[in-house]
C-alpha cells in the first residue's frame, strides 16, 4: 500500500461521506419543512423531494450520480424488503387474483401496448419503443401510499396499490432483462424462448428467496437473540439480491418472497414480539432513509432542458401510459371481478388505481442500464424521466383531489386521533396513580408533587374534552374501542400460536383447534 | 458515461457488497455460536470475532483491508456516538475527576512512559516510540463493557471505564496527530507548541460538538417526527466528526460531545419517550453492527508471522504497557481519591481498570495512519497490533478470573433475571384478564379459548414458582419493586420537566420545583 493509494482512498471516502451527508442534510430539511409548514403538507414529502431535486438540477448542483446499479442493487433491496415485511399475507391472499393479473397480465400489456403506440407515433423502432414500455412497467406505490394513509383511504386500495407493485417490479426486470438482449443482436426474439426465460428467472428467483426465508425462519427460532435476528433480516435482504441474481435468477423476485416469509411467518415463529417490533422500525427507518435520498436524486438527475428538446416524444410516451393503464387496470379490473364474484373492485377504486400508478426509481434505472452501444439509448432515457416526472408531479398532485371527489376518504384521520388520545389518557392516568401509590415511599417535596399532579390533571382534562368532542362528531368512533379489543385478541392468539410452535408444543391435538383461529384471523 | 465505466462501477459495486456481505455472515455466525454453545458463551463474543478472524487470517482468508479511514471516518464515529448517547451524565459528572485524570494525564503518562522505555530497550528512535505510546493510548472497553454487564460488576466501574475511554480516544488521536508531525521535520518539537495545538483541537471539537449538538435538540424540540429525528442522529454523528476535521479540529472529541448533549438533554427535551426508545435501539443496534465487523477485521488483518519476527519489540512493548498503565491507573487513582475525598475508588477496582484496559480499533487505526514515507512505520505497526492482540486475549480473556477472584461480581443476574420474569407475570396476567374481559363481545369457539386459557394459566404458574425460587435465594431481590419503583418515578419527573420545557411552559415559578427534581435526581 503505497501512500498515494491510502491518501486517494481517504479523500474518495471523505467525499462519498460528505456527498452523502449534504444529500440527507437536503432532505432531511425538506421532509422536516414538508410536516412543519401546513402548505407544504398537502404534498406528499416524496413529490417534495423530487420537486427540490429538480430545482437543484435547474440551477445545476449535481449531488451523486444516480447509476442503475446504486438504485437496483444498494437502495431496491431494502426498500423491496420493507414493503414485503409489512404487507399482511392474509391481506394478499384475499386478493391474490387482481394483485397477480395486474402484476403479469398488466406488465405485458404495458409493454406491448406503449412499445407499439410510441414505435407507431414516433420513428423509434420497435424494439427500443418496447423497452420504454418494459422501463415503465414497475409501478412506484410510496407516494400514493403515503397519501393513502394519510387520508384514511382503505385498506383494500393500499393492498392492491402495494401488491401490484411489489411483484410487477420483478416482472418487469425480467421482461426488460429480456428484452435488452433483442437489439443487442445477442438473441432471437421467440415466445417459447421468452416464455421459459420468464419461469426459470422467476422460478430461481422464488426457489432462492423462499430457502433463504423458510431457513432463517427456522434459525431465528432456535435462539432469541434480538441484534443477530435483526442483522439477519438485513443480511437477507442484500444476500437474496446477490445471490439469486449471482444464480441468474431475478434478484427482486428474490427479495420479495424472503421479505414475505420472513414478516409473515420467520418474525412469528422466530422473533419474540419486542424483536419484531424493533425490526419493524428499523425497517420503517431504513425504508424513510432510502426514500429520501432516491425521490431527491431523482429529481436531481433530471435534465430539464433536454426533456423540453424531446418533447414528442416524450408526450406520445405519457398519452400511451394513460391510454395503456387505463386499458390494463379497467380491463383486469373486470376480468378479477367476474373471477372472484365476491367483493368486485368497485370502479372508484379502479380509477385510483389507474390514475395512481406512478413511476419511480426502477423506471429510472432499468432506462439508465441500457447498454451505452445501442443506439437509441439517449432516447430510452429521456422518454422515461420525462415519463416519471409528469407521473410523480402532474398524477402525484392530483391524486388527493381526485380521491376526494370520489369520496373515497374514510374516517382513519380521526380514527388515529381517537386512539392516540385514548392512549394519552391511558398514560396520564397512571402517572396519576403512580403518583398516588408512590406517597409514602418516596422523599420528594409535597409542593411539587402537588404541582405536578395539578399539571397531569389539566392535562388528563383537556384530553378527556377532546375525546368527548371527537366523539360527539363522529359516533361510530365509540365502536372502536370494540374493534380494538378484537384486534388485539386476534394478535394475542397469532402470539400463542407461535409461542406453541417455539416451545415444540405444537402436536396433533391442538393443530385444528388454531386452524380453527385462523380462519377466524382471515375472516 | 461509457459502458466500460458503467460495468466497472457495477462490478466494485457488487464485489464491495459481496465483501461486506460475508464478513456478516461471518460475524454473525460468531455471534450466534457464542451465544447458544455454553462453552463459548464465557468468551465476550467480540474476542471470539477477533480469534475467528486470527484464524481465517492465518489460512490466508483476508476479507477487507482495514484501512485507517474506514477505521476513523466509517466506524468510529457511530461507535463514540452510541457509547456518549447511552452515557449518563449524572453518572458521568459524579466521576468526572477521576475520568479528566485518566483521560488526560493518563494518556501523557502511557505516551511519555512506553516511549521512553522502548526507545531504551529497542533500537527504535524516540520519535517513533513515542508514536507507538501514542497509538496505544486510546482504550477499548467494548470487550470489557459486555463482560461487566454480563457478570453484574457495578455500575461504577462501567462509567469509569467507558468515560475514560470516550475522553481518551480524543486525547490520543490529538497526540498522535501532534507526535507524528515532529519525525517528518515539518514541525519542531515544543511544550508550549503542543500544549496550543492541543487546547485548539479539543477546543474546535468541544465547539462544534457543543453548537451541533444544542443546535439539534433545539430543533427536534420544534417537531416530533420520529423519523426525521431518528436521521438526525445520524447526520450528527458522521456530519460533526467530518466538520471538526474540516475545520482543523479533533472529530473524535467532536463526536463524543455531540452524543453527550444528544443523549441527555436533546432527547429529553426534543424527543417524545416513544422515539427516544427507538432512536436507543437503533444506536444499539449499529454498535453491535459496526462492533462486529471492526473486531472480526481487526482478526483478519494480524499476520501472525510477521508478529513472530518481531517479538521482542513486541514484548518489550506489552511489559512497557502493562507496567505504565499500573503506574497511571494506581497513580492517578490515589490521587483522584485524595482530590474527591469520599467515595474512593477502592484497590479492587483499580485493579480491574489496570487490567481491563484492553486496546482495539482506535490504536490500529492510528498505527495504520502512520504515513509510509516514515521509516519504522512498519515497526510502529507490528508493535501496535503485537500489543492490541496481547491485549484482547490474554487480558480479555482472564478479566472474568481476575473479577472472579476480586469477588467484585454483583447480584445483577439475578435482578436482571427476576425483574423479566415480573414483567413476564404481569403481561400473561393482562393476556388472562383480557380473555375474560371479552368473553361476550367476540365469537370465538369456547373450546379453544378455554385450551388457550389453561395454557396461559400453566405458563403464569411456572412463572410464580421461578418468581418464588429467586426470591427464596435471594432474599434482597424482594426490594428491587421498591428500588424499580424510586426509578420509574425519577424517569416520569424528567419527563415531565422535558415535557414542560416543550410546551414552553416553564417559567420562573416552576424552575426552583424543578431544580429540587434535578438534585434528587443526582442523588
Same mark, same amino acid.
Given at each position: 500500500?503505497?501512500?498515494?493509494?491510502?491518501?486517494?482512498?481517504?479523500?474518495?471516502?471523505?467525499?462519498?461521506? *460528505?456527498?452523502?451527508?449534504?444529500?440527507?442534510?437536503?432532505?432531511?430539511?425538506?421532509?422536516?419543512?414538508?410536516?412543519?409548514?401546513?402548505? +407544504?403538507?398537502?404534498?406528499?414529502?416524496?413529490?417534495?423531494?423530487?420537486?427540490?431535486?429538480?430545482?437543484?438540477?435547474?440551477?445545476?448542483? =449535481?449531488?451523486?450520480?444516480?447509476?442503475?446499479?446504486?438504485?437496483? @442493487?444498494?437502495?431496491?433491496?431494502?426498500?423491496?424488503?420493507?414493503?414485503?415485511?409489512?404487507?399482511?399475507?392474509?391481506?394478499?391472499?384475499?386478493?391474490?387474483?387482481?394483485?397477480?393479473?395486474?402484476?403479469?397480465?398488466?406488465?405485458?400489456?404495458?409493454?406491448?401496448?406503449?412499445?407499439?403506440?410510441?414505435?407507431?407515433?414516433?420513428?423509434?423502432?420497435?424494439?427500443?419503443?418496447?423497452?420504454?414500455?418494459?422501463?415503465?412497467?414497475?409501478?412506484?406505490?410510496?407516494?400514493?401510499?403515503?397519501?393513502?394513509?394519510?387520508?384514511?383511504?382503505?385498506?383494500?386500495?393500499?393492498?392492491?396499490?402495494?401488491?401490484?407493485?411489489?411483484?410487477?417490479?420483478?416482472? !418487469?426486470?425480467?421482461?426488460?432483462?429480456?428484452?435488452?438482449?433483442?437489439?443487442?443482436?445477442?438473441?432471437?426474439?421467440?415466445?417459447?424462448?421468452?416464455?421459459? %426465460?420468464?419461469?426459470?428467472?422467476?422460478?430461481?428467483?422464488?426457489?432462492?428467496?423462499?430457502?433463504?426465508?423458510?431457513?432463517?425462519?427456522?434459525?431465528?427460532?432456535?435462539?432469541?437473540?434480538?441484534?443477530?435476528?435483526?442483522?439477519?433480516?438485513?443480511?437477507?435482504?442484500?444476500?437474496?439480491?446477490?445471490?439469486?441474481?449471482?444464480?441468474?435468477?431475478?434478484?427482486?423476485?428474490?427479495?420479495?418472497?424472503?421479505?414475505?416469509?420472513?414478516?409473515?411467518?420467520?418474525?412469528?415463529?422466530?422473533?419474540?414480539?419486542?424483536? =419484531?417490533?424493533?425490526?419493524?422500525?428499523?425497517?420503517?427507518?431504513?425504508?424513510?432513509?432510502?426514500?429520501?435520498?432516491? +425521490?431527491?436524486?431523482?429529481?436531481?438527475?433530471?435534465?430539464?432542458?433536454?426533456?423540453?428538446?424531446?418533447?414528442?416524444?416524450? !408526450?406520445?410516451?405519457?398519452?400511451?401510459?394513460?391510454?395503456?393503464? !387505463?386499458?390494463?387496470?379497467?380491463?383486469?379490473?373486470?376480468?378479477?371481478?367476474?373471477?372472484?364474484?365476491?367483493?368486485?373492485?368497485?370502479?372508484?377504486?379502479?380509477?385510483?388505481?389507474?390514475?395512481?400508478?406512478?413511476?419511480?426509481?426502477?423506471?429510472?434505472?432499468?432506462?439508465?442500464?441500457?447498454?451505452?452501444?445501442?443506439?437509441?439509448?439517449?432516447?430510452?432515457?429521456?422518454?422515461?424521466?420525462?415519463?416519471?416526472?409528469?407521473?410523480?408531479?402532474?398524477?402525484?398532485?392530483?391524486?388527493?383531489?381526485?380521491?376526494?371527489?370520489?369520496?373515497?376518504?374514510?374516517?382513519?384521520?380521526?380514527?388515529?386521533?381517537?386512539?392516540?388520545?385514548?392512549?394519552? =389518557?391511558?398514560?396520564?392516568?397512571?402517572?396519576?396513580?403512580?403518583?398516588? @401509590?408512590?406517597?409514602?415511599?418516596?422523599?420528594?417535596?409535597?409542593?411539587?408533587?402537588?404541582?405536578?399532579?395539578?399539571?397531569?390533571?389539566?392535562?388528563?382534562?383537556?384530553?378527556?374534552?377532546?375525546?368527548?368532542?371527537? %366523539?360527539?362528531?363522529?359516533?361510530?368512533?365509540?365502536?372502536?374501542?370494540?374493534?380494538?379489543?378484537? *384486534?388485539?385478541?386476534?394478535?394475542?392468539?397469532? @402470539?400463542?400460536?407461535?409461542?406453541?410452535?417455539?416451545?415444540?408444543?405444537?402436536?396433533?391435538?391442538?393443530?385444528?383447534?388454531?386452524?380453527?383461529?385462523?380462519?377466524?384471523?382471515?375472516?
Amino acid at each position: 500500500m503505497t501512500i498515494e493509494a491510502t491518501m486517494g482512498e481517504a479523500a474518495a471516502i471523505e467525499e462519498s461521506l *460528505e456527498q452523502f451527508l449534504i444529500v440527507l442534510c437536503v432532505s432531511l430539511g425538506v421532509a422536516t419543512i414538508s410536516q412543519i409548514s401546513s402548505f +407544504f403538507r398537502q404534498i406528499p414529502y416524496t413529490l417534495l423531494l423530487v420537486i427540490v431535486g429538480l430545482v437543484l438540477a435547474f440551477v445545476d448542483i =449535481r449531488l451523486v450520480n444516480l447509476s442503475p446499479e446504486l438504485i437496483l @442493487e444498494i437502495f431496491l433491496p431494502p426498500l423491496l424488503f420493507e414493503a414485503a415485511w409489512n404487507i399482511r399475507w392474509r391481506n394478499l391472499k384475499n386478493n391474490l387474483i387482481p394483485v397477480c393479473l395486474l402484476a403479469i397480465v398488466g406488465v405485458v400489456i404495458t409493454v406491448v401496448g406503449i412499445g407499439f403506440t410510441i414505435s407507431h407515433f414516433t420513428d423509434l423502432t420497435l424494439p427500443i419503443a418496447l423497452l420504454i414500455g418494459a422501463s415503465l412497467a414497475a409501478t412506484d406505490p410510496v407516494a400514493v401510499i403515503a397519501l393513502f394513509r394519510e387520508l384514511g383511504v382503505g385498506e383494500r386500495l393500499t393492498v392492491l396499490m402495494e401488491g401490484e407493485s411489489l411483484f410487477n417490479d420483478g416482472v !418487469a426486470v425480467v421482461a426488460f432483462g429480456i428484452l435488452v438482449a433483442i437489439p443487442l443482436g445477442t438473441q432471437e426474439f421467440s415466445t417459447t424462448n421468452t416464455l421459459v %426465460q420468464f419461469v426459470t428467472f422467476t422460478g430461481i428467483g422464488i426457489a432462492v428467496g423462499g430457502l433463504i426465508g423458510f431457513g432463517i425462519s427456522y434459525l431465528t427460532q432456535r435462539f432469541d437473540l434480538p441484534l443477530v435476528e435483526q442483522s439477519l433480516t438485513l443480511v437477507s435482504a442484500y444476500g437474496t439480491y446477490l445471490l439469486t441474481e449471482e444464480l441468474g435468477g431475478s434478484g427482486v423476485i428474490g427479495v420479495v418472497t424472503t421479505g414475505l416469509i420472513l414478516g409473515n411467518f420467520g418474525s412469528r415463529i422466530g422473533m419474540n414480539p419486542r424483536t =419484531r417490533l424493533s425490526v419493524s422500525e428499523f425497517w420503517e427507518f431504513i425504508a424513510f432513509f432510502v426514500n429520501s435520498i432516491v +425521490f431527491l436524486l431523482i429529481g436531481d438527475q433530471i435534465d430539464i432542458r433536454g426533456l423540453l428538446d424531446k418533447w414528442q416524444l416524450i !408526450a406520445v410516451s405519457i398519452v400511451a401510459l394513460v391510454v395503456v393503464r !387505463a386499458i390494463s387496470i379497467f380491463g383486469l379490473g373486470t376480468v378479477s371481478n367476474l373471477i372472484t364474484g365476491k367483493n368486485p373492485i368497485s370502479w372508484k377504486q379502479q380509477t385510483v388505481l389507474w390514475w395512481g400508478g406512478l413511476r419511480g426509481s426502477v423506471s429510472i434505472a432499468l432506462a439508465l442500464s441500457v447498454p451505452a452501444m445501442l443506439e437509441g439509448r439517449q432516447d430510452i432515457i429521456e422518454a422515461v424521466f420525462g415519463v416519471v416526472l409528469f407521473t410523480l408531479l402532474v398524477q402525484g398532485l392530483t391524486m388527493q383531489t381526485i380521491i376526494n371527489k370520489l369520496g373515497l376518504i374514510g374516517d382513519r384521520p380521526q380514527r388515529q386521533a381517537y386512539s392516540e388520545l385514548l392512549a394519552r =389518557r391511558n398514560a396520564l392516568e397512571q402517572v396519576l396513580e403512580r403518583l398516588n @401509590e408512590v406517597k409514602l415511599s418516596i422523599s420528594i417535596d409535597e409542593a411539587f408533587k402537588e404541582n405536578y399532579r395539578r399539571t397531569v390533571q389539566e392535562k388528563l382534562d383537556s384530553v378527556n374534552q377532546e375525546i368527548t368532542k371527537l %366523539q360527539e362528531s363522529y359516533p361510530q368512533l365509540r365502536s372502536l374501542d370494540q374493534e380494538q379489543l378484537q *384486534e388485539d385478541l386476534l394478535d394475542i392468539e397469532a @402470539e400463542t400460536y407461535a409461542e406453541l410452535v417455539r416451545s415444540g408444543k405444537l402436536n396433533k391435538n391442538l393443530s385444528p383447534v388454531l386452524e380453527k383461529v385462523f380462519n377466524t384471523e382471515e375472516e
